[in-house]
Structure formats: structure tokens, C-alpha cells
């Protein structure tokens, strides 16, 4: 009998689970069809939307390419502009014909609807003899540009979503009429005139999930999921006949049946043997479970009963090896966390001195800022030289640049961290972005008596696709540290070089070599992680976000990210490839 209801609670399972993932597949596919006629409409919408922003700048472009819209996008069958005295100043020629959606506008429910602002969505039984809809989007001006689409392509999109044997998908518009659907075969009618007959078995919440009978055609009761399309009033239905859902956990039950009847046929036949040979080995068993329940984890049990018990000794000997190995990976997994721990630690650490630096760094360039203001601000008597007064206020200018820079480097700092850092690319004049570079970091290299070698490839492209101000970020932050880190009469070399030209591309290399003092080969593998400096702790050294930031850029514009060599005492090069 336990046997029996265990069989019976197994099956009512199979069937639960088999609605389950039928409901939960069908949820899925409902979602991916929303979904692509959400974008099917969308585009529809952008694409006249652009249009119309023509208007404004160009009226002859804009009628132009309002025309020409329905060649380039052939699911538009009508489109036009209507202006705010209730003209049409441009579309297609298909307006002109009887049968014309938009020849009548004047005396519509949707002008009226769209000329007092707001946006308009109606499904069409019939567009050139297929199911289609009007979307008619109000204009800050006072017009209204409509267009009337085909929706053949979404139907094509709707037959490839992936439903199974037995399933049917299909759309639903506001008055319940079929506008788009996965097997044109399983409807009877025509599309412009077939209405779900039981759409009010379906619920009208989204995603709420029922069972109710098929339309016209389908056999007996199906398992259905509707769910509705955001801003439109349609509905996407996925179905399956309950007798094809089902199919499996029929099969699971005829089988399970087969073999109960077999268990309990062997079961009467053994019951008397098997009660006079399991007593030993469940000794063994028991004395087994109790040496792993003291921790003898390489306690093994050795049975050759030649029955079930062998299994369950078997089983029991893999369940001591896996809590063995489950022991020694959460010894593992504790070393583990330990280490995890200690970078964090580190980490810790390393921001604390960061702001410790930081603090610094802003209070020297705040103090000379506030010190020499405050200083010109009482000079109301003219005592000091306008020599004086113009020394002060680039000195200010510096100082704020300087808290500028420093500022910026923590917002992309905290941009990387949040994964909010962005690259723009456009078309950009090498050679007068790699002169800018050396001009913005000449000065300081003369100041600190520093020599800049430029070293340009005459092979470089004129023009190449990048985002300007973050490649010069990216240089800017390697020639500065590379200045600084050389000492006085030291050399810095700048060069670019074309590895690889493509037919529609190029490979370059960014290369700064330097004769400073160079990095521990300790230090390379946390150079670039934000906080670190890979100089000696006595060297000058900033907030430690430059060579972070750098490797992030370099990346984000399609490098492997900045890489380095360097050798104690002689030097480092850093370099990226894009």
C-alpha cells in the first residue's frame, strides 16, 4: 500500500511538474513574442519619429524621405504628415487612392484622438490583404505623423519563436481579433475576420496564467498563457492541447505501473531469502553509519551479499568519500576566504592611505588657491606689482587645474568601479592629437629638466576611430608618471608605431619608456589596481588612480589593456596596442 501511494504521490508530481514546465515554457515564449512585437512597434515608432525631425531644419528632405520611406521600410504601406490646419503636406502615394486608410482622416476616432496629443494604436483587420495596424504619433507642433504598417514581418518572426509540437502562439488585438499567429494552418477563416470565440476565458492581467478551450479548430482543452503587450491593449496567447501536454506523464505512468507490478511480484517471491541474509550486512551498515557519524570519514564497508544491500554499502562508501572531499573543499574554500580576507584587508589599507594621499593632495593645491585669493582680495590699495598680481593668479589657474585633474580622476575611478565609464568614438587627426599630448607635458618635462623624445611611426595613419579626450587621458596619465618618476637629466621616449594595417584598420602601439628609477618586480602584479603605487614609498607618488584608470581606457577602447616591463634601477616601459 506504501508502495502504492508513494506511486500515486509520484505521478500526481509528474503530472504537476509537466504543468509546470509547460506553463513556465509557455511563460517564456509568450514573453520572447511580447517582446518582438513591442520592438517591431518601437521601431515603427522611431522611424517616423526621425522622419519628422526633418521637418524643422529641411521641409523639402522631410517630404522626401517621408515618401520614400515606405521603399525603404516596404512594412510601411501609408505614410504621411498631417499639419495643424488638418493637411496632409506629405506621404506616399498610395493616399491618393480609394481605398486609402488615411483619406477619410478627418472624420476618424484616431485624428481626433492623435490631434489633441495623444499617441494612437489601432489594429487593422486588412493592409495590402494582411493583418496590420495604424500608429498615428502626435507632433509638438500641433501635427500628427501616421503610418499605416504591414504586420507580415512579425507574423514570419511570431512562426520562429520555438513552440513545440501540439503549441500555437498568436496575438491578440484590443477587440480580440488574430493579427498575428505561429501556425496559419490551426485557424480557421481568414485573418481579417477570425475573433478568438472563447477570449473571455482568457484572464486580462498579464502574465496571469488559466486553462480554457482553444479556438475554432482546436480539440478539447488546452493549457494556455496570455500575457499582455506593454502600451498597446494586445495580448500574446501561447497554448497546447492538454492531450499532447500530457503525453509524457501518460507514458511515465503506464511504465511506473509495469514496474510496480514487477516489484511486487519479485518482492513475494524473495521476501522469506532476503529476511534470512539481511540481518548481518545491516550490522555492518549500522556499525558503518556510526563510525561515519564520529568523524572516521576513511571508514569503508565491504559487502558481497550479491543484492540491494551491496548498493546501498556502495552508496554509503561514496557518501563518506563526498563528505571527505566535501570536508577538504571547505577547508579549501576557508583558505580561500582567508586569502579573500587579506586582499580585502589590503584593500582597506590601501584606500585609507589613499585618502590619507588624497587629503593631501587636495589641501596643497585648495590652500594656495584660498592663500593667494584671499591675498589679492585685500590688495584694495594697490600694494602689490601687477607683475605680482598676474604670478598669483596663474598660480591659482595652476592649482585648480591641478584639483581638477585630481577630481576627475576619482569620478572615473568610482565610474569604473560602478561600470559607468563609456568611450565615444569618432574620427580623430592623429598626428595633432599625439602633438597636443607632447605640448600639454612638454612643460612639465623642461621644468623638471626631464628630455622628451617624440618618436612617431612615418607610417601612421592621417586619421583613425577612437575616443580622443580618453586616449589622451590614457597618455597623459603614462607621460606624467613617467616624468615624474625620472629623476633630473633623466630621458622619457614617446613613441608610436603602426604594427598592422588592415584594409578598414589599423593596429597601433603606444610606447613610453623611461630612464627613472624603475618598479619592484613585486609591485607589477598590483601596479594597476586602484590605490597601489609601484614606487618606492619615498619617491614623490600620487593618489595612485592614474595607471588604474589607464588600464580600464585601454581597454574599454579595445586594447588588452596597458602592459609593462621594467627593471629596478634602469627604468620601466609601459605600452597598449588599439
Partial sequence: MALMFAGGMLLWRLYSLQRTDTLERQRIIALHASNTVA????????????????????????????????????????????????????????????????????????????????????????????????????????????????????????????????ERAYVLAEDEILIAYSNPTSISGSAETDRYPNADEIAKDSGVVTIFQGYKGSDGPVIGTT???????????????????????????????????????LTIIQIRWISNKISKPITELAHAARMLGQGELSHRVELKTGNELDLLAKALNAMAGALAQALASLEQKAEDLKQAREAADRTSRSKSEFLASIGHDLRTPLNAILGYARILGQNKEKEISPEQQQEWLHTIEESAQHLSMIINDIVDLFKIEVQRLSVFSSDVQLHSLLAGVCKKVQTQAAEKNVELIYQPSPQLPTLIEVDPKRLQQVLLNLLDNAIKFTAKGGTVYFRVTLLKQLQSAAIIRFEIKDTGAGIAPDKLVTIFEPFEDGHSPHAQHGAGLGLAISQKLAQLMGSEGVKVESVLGKGSTFWFEI
Fill in 227 to 265: 500575457i499582455v503587450i506593454p502600451n498597446t491593449g494586445w495580448r500574446v496567447v501561447v497554448e497546447i492541447s492538454e492531450e499532447v501536454a500530457y503525453t509524457q506523464a501518460r507514458e511515465s505512468m503506464w511504465v511506473f505501473m509495469q514496474f510496480l507490478i514487477l516489484v511486487i511480484a
Fill in 39 to 166: 520592438s517591431f512597434i518601437e521601431d515603427k515608432r522611431e522611424k517616423l519619429d526621425w522622419v519628422h525631425k526633418l521637418y524643422a531644419s529641411d521641409p523639402i528632405i522631410f517630404a522626401k524621405s517621408l515618401s520614400a520611406l515606405t521603399q525603404e521600410d516596404p512594412t510601411f504601406i501609408e505614410v504621411a504628415f498631417i499639419d495643424a490646419r488638418a493637411e496632409i503636406i506629405a506621404g506616399n502615394s498610395l493616399m491618393e487612392e480609394r481605398d486609402s486608410y488615411l483619406a477619410s482622416f478627418n472624420s476618424s476616432q484616431w485624428y481626433k484622438a492623435a490631434s489633441l496629443g495623444e499617441e494612437v494604436l489601432i489594429s487593422l483587420r486588412s493592409v495590402a490583404d494582411r493583418p496590420g495596424f495604424l500608429l498615428a504619433i502626435p507632433e509638438s507642433d500641433g501635427g500628427v505623423i501616421v503610418g499605416v504598417v504591414s504586420l507580415e514581418p512579425l507574423q514570419k518572426s511570431l512562426a520562429t519563436i520555438g513552440v513545440g509540437n501540439g
